[in-house]
């Protein structure tokens, strides 16, 4: 089964200073969220810098200061 599932995989590696968007929950983006459909929420935070690769599919971004 494993075979079949990697077989349509991308795997794609980001070079550092390239800019990626982050997927985030609903519950993390802000306290004002509360009470809203989340169907209409933002799902995606970005474009956000990346600083450095720490593992083979972890890399560490650029936070703003929220």
Sequence with gaps: ???Y???NRRFVEFIR???VMVK???????KSSRGR???LMQKYV???PI???TRM???EIELPSW
């Design 5 to 7: 599932a990697d077989h």
């Design 1 to 3: 089964m494993k075979k």
């Design 57 to 59: 599919v972890a890399y």
């Design 46 to 48: 970005g474009p956000l």
């Design 37 to 39: 459909d989340p169907r």
């Design 51 to 53: 600083i450095k690769r």
């Design 24 to 30: 985030v929950p609903n519950s993390r983006l802000s």
């Design 17 to 19: 200073g390239e800019l």
